[in-house]
């Protein structure tokens, strides 16, 4: 069964702490993503990356960056984190062209 | 602008019962219409996905159906049970250059399935 595996479930960070958000897949895509997620909107996209060192700004990368060093692995982080990102940030990889995307259980992040 | 349009925001239903959800798009072109099921504090999980050449997919009791003049898409779920209770999530693909999509997701439904 393929697999998008997000290392924390629950993450709770103080305001201007650097924060690391890991994303892993099983399944050699090519394609990444780093979605978040809030109440009364639709998923954003933050950051994609189509392969390994390579990555593109989504909708929303203020106060994002991400890492691709390898191709399973997918790192969001939060230079300094602020009471406004606090969110569900929900990782999400596919094969190029293909139809599906796997996403991960998410990472509910809340910083205080 | 592209935006995908879920109604009702949050639905409550009993057991047994059907239910549709709807979905409208201005997505322009799009590649494909996909409904995701997520329940509370998981990822979404792809129920079904259709191009705009296919106006409706099962998936057990979940039928999509889609109508891509209209630009309108509806989820139906047949004999509800209460591990149907989730939201529900419209996302359509719109094509860019490359051949690589980008998703424009709903803010999705939220079902709730009472005894």
């Known amino acids: 069964d393929v697999k998008v595996t997000q290392s924390s479930r629950y993450l709770v960070k103080r305001t201007g702490e650097k924060v690391f958000l890991e994303c892993v897949q099983d399944m050699d895509h090519e394609n990444m993503f780093w979605y978040r997620q809030d109440p009364g909107l639709g998923l954003r996209l933050i950051y994609f990356?189509?392969?390994?060192?390579?990555?593109e700004k989504g909708d929303i990368p203020e106060g994002y960056s991400v890492s691709r060093e390898k191709k399973e692995r997918f790192s969001l982080i939060l230079e300094s984190a602020s009471t406004n990102q606090t969110s569900m940030y929900l990782c999400?990889?596919?094969?190029?062209?293909?139809?599906?995307?796997?996403f991960g259980s998410g990472t509910r992040l809340t910083v205080v | 602008k592209n935006q995908v349009e879920q109604s009702p925001q949050s639905l409550i239903i009993l057991e047994g019962k059907n239910c549709t959800l709807q979905?409208?798009?201005?997505?322009?072109?799009?590649?494909?219409l996909r409904w995701y099921k997520q329940d509370t504090g998981r990822g979404p999980v792809s129920l079904t996905i259709?191009?705009?050449?296919?106006n409706t997919k099962s998936n057990g009791r979940y039928t999509a159906t889609l109508d891509a003049d209209t630009k309108q898409s509806s989820l139906h779920i047949t004999a509800s049970q209460l591990s149907d209770s989730a939201s529900y999530i419209c996302?359509?693909?719109?094509?860019?250059?490359?051949?690589?999509?980008?998703?424009?997701f709903g803010a999705g439904t939220r079902l709730a399935v009472h005894p």
């Open positions: 996302v359509v693909s719109l094509p860019l250059s490359g051949g690589y999509n980008k998703l424009i």
């Open positions: 259709m191009t705009f050449s296919e």
């Open positions: 979905c409208n798009y201005t997505v322009s072109p799009f590649s494909n």
């Open positions: 990356s189509y392969d390994v060192k390579m990555k």
């Open positions: 999400a990889s596919t094969a190029p062209r293909a139809g599906g995307y796997t």
